[in-house]
C-alpha cells in the first residue's frame, strides 16, 4: 500500500539516537506499524563505522546538518558551528562515542518524580552491554554496547601521571556511581570491538525486515498535522518532504495512534513550532495559527562550551602522537595502522581521539566537577577544538605532516547559561534561529578560564613536561585572567551537547513542553517528545547515554507501563 493510504500507530519523527530505539522496540510484537521518517540516508558508511572516521563526520555535506548559531556578540561576533548527525542514527553515528552518564545528583536535580538518580539508573543498566564486565553499575543484557577504550598510547600513561601529579585522584570508573566523578582516567565509549555502535547499527538495523516496520531516509519531516477536535488539539498525523525528488507526502496515524518526535534538540522545538505549538507571540509573529501556546518550546537550550590547551611536543617524540600514528609525512594514511584495526581491533583508527581525561572541581565552590578535560594524544592546529578535528580530517589534501604534541580540551560540563532555538522563517526548509547564548551565566566562562590555568599545571608537571615545547594554544603570552577569557569568548566551540529545549516538567507554567509522567506535549493529543530536547537540566557528561535512557523509558512506557514510576526498592519477603 502506498504512505498515502496506510496509516500507523506510532510515526517516528526523526530515525536519531532515540528514534532508532523506539522503532526497535515498537515493532518487535508484530501488532503496531511503524513509521520512521529520517531526513538523511542510512547510516552504514565506513567513516560512521571506524571511530576515527569521525573526523570526516564533522561539517560533512551530507551527513550533517552543517548549522551555526546566530551571531553572538559576547564571542567577538562569531556564529558558533554546531554538529548534528543527519543520518539513521542521527548523532549517536557522528558522535565521539564517549559514554558518561554525568552522576545522580544531575537528574536528583531535575526534581521530577520517577526521574531522580536512582530511577534513572535502573534503565542505564538495562539499557547497556558492558563488554568488559561484570562490574557494580553496569548492565550486560542491553542493546547498548560499552566497552573500554581499546587503543593505548604512551601519552596516555603520562597524561595520568601528569594529573596525579597535580593532585588529581585516578578513577577507575566514570559511571560507578558509589564513587565521586572526580578524577582521571579512561572514558568508556559506545563501541563493540572498536566499531561505533549507534543506536542504528545496535537498534534499528537489526529490526529492518519486520514487515511492520517503515523506514523511509531522505525524508524530511515538514509539519506535524493536528486536528483542533472537540475534545481539543489531535495530532493526526504528517507532511513530509523527499530531498531527492522535492514531493510532498501525508502520512497518517491509525486510530488512536502518535507522533512521537526524535528529531533532537534543534529541529524538534523547530517542528513543534511549525505546526502551530509553542510561543504563541513568536508563532503569530510568522504568520503561524496557534494550536498550543507553549512558551517553553525551544526555550532552555543548554550545552557544553569548551576550550582547548594545546602544546607542540620536542621533535624527538613527535612520532608518539595519534596524528602521527594515523598519517604519514605526506597526509596518507599509514597501512599499519589500517591493518591494526582490522587485524587487531586496535590502534589509532579505534578512537575518536578523545577518550581517556579527567573531571575536576576549578574551584572548592563547586559541590561536583564543573570541567571535564578530554585528553588528546595530537596537537590542535586550531584553536577552535570543533574545527581541529575538520583540518585533521582534510589533512590528505594538504598533503602534509601534522605536528606532535597533546590537546586537553576543556569542557564546562554542568554549564548554567541558557540560549534559545527560534524560527527565522515559517518555511521549513529554512534552519532555525540558534542562540546558543554560551557564558550568559559568568560562572560558565569562570569554569573555562579556571580550566585553562588548570591544564596548564597539568602540562607543567615532569611526566608531560619531559616530552613538550611550546604552548600554541593560547600561547604563553596569553597570561592574565582578562587574556584568558579573551582568548576562551574568541576561540569557544561546541561540546556538541545540546539539550533542554522542550523540557519535561509537571506544566508548562514552569516552561515544561513535555510531562515529565508520559513525555507526552502538553494541551496535545496523540504527540510525544522523545529525545535529547526533553532532558531539563544538562547531565554534566555527554548526553547520548542520557537520551538513550529517555528512549528506553519511553519505549516501555508505550509498550504497556501507564506513567514513568519511580524507583521501588525490591520488597523482602
Ligand atoms: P539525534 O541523534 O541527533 O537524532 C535526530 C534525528 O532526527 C537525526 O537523524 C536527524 O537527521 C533527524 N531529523 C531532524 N530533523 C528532521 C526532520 N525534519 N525530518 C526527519 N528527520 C529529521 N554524546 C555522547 O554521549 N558521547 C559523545 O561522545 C558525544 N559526542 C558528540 C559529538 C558530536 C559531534 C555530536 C553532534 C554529538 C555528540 N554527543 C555525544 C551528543 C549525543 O550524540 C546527542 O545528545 C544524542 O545523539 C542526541 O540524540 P537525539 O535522539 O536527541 O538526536
Known sequence: ASLRTEKFDYIVVGGGTAGCILANKLSADGNKKVLVLEAG??????????????ARLFAHPVLDWGMSSVTQPQLV??????????LLGGSSGTNATLYHRGTPADYDSWGLEGWTGKDVLDWFIKAECYADGPRPFHGQSGSMNVEQPRYQNVLHDEFFRAAAAAGVPANPDFNDWSRPQEGYGEFQVAQKKAERADTYRTYLKPAMGRDNLKVVTGAR??????????????????????QQFGERYTAELAPGGEVLMCAGAVHTPHLLMLSGIGPASALLEHGLDVVANLPGVGANLQDHPAAVLAVRSKPEFEGLSVTSEIYDAKGNIRVGAVIKYLIGRNGPLATTGCDHGAFVRTSAAHSQPDLQMRFVPGCALVADGVKAYVAFGELKKQGCAWPGGITLQLLAIRAKSKGSVGLKAADPFTNPSININYFSDPEDLATLRNGVRFAREIVAQEPLHKLLEEETFPGERIASD????????????????????????????????????????FGVQGLRVVDASVLPRIPGGQTGAATVMVAERAAAL???????????????A
Do not use: F, W
Not at 519531516?221 to 523527499?242: C, D, F, H, I, M
Open 77 to 86: 561576533a562569531r556564529e558558533i558551528y554546531l554538529a548534528r548527525g543527519r
Open 41 to 54: 540516508p542510512s547510516g552504514d558508511a565506513m567513516e560512521v563505522a571506524v571511530p576515527a572516521g569521525i
Open 221 to 242: 519531516t515538514t509539519k506535524v498535522n493536528v486536528e483542533k477536535g472537540s475534545a481539543g488539539p489531535l495530532a493526526r498525523g504528517v507532511e513530509y518532504a523527499t
Open 482 to 521: 582578562t587574556d584568558i577569557e579573551e582568548y576562551v569568548r574568541r576561540t569557544v566551540h561546541s561540546g556538541n551537547a545540546l539539550v533542554g529545549t522542550c523540557a519535561m516538567g509537571i506544566s508548562p507554567a514552569s516552561g515544561a513542553v513535555v510531562s515529565s509522567a508520559d513525555l507526552k506535549v
Open 558 to 572: 508505550l509498550l504497556g507501563q501507564t506513567t514513568i514510576a519511580p524507583h521501588r526498592e525490591p520488597v523482602c
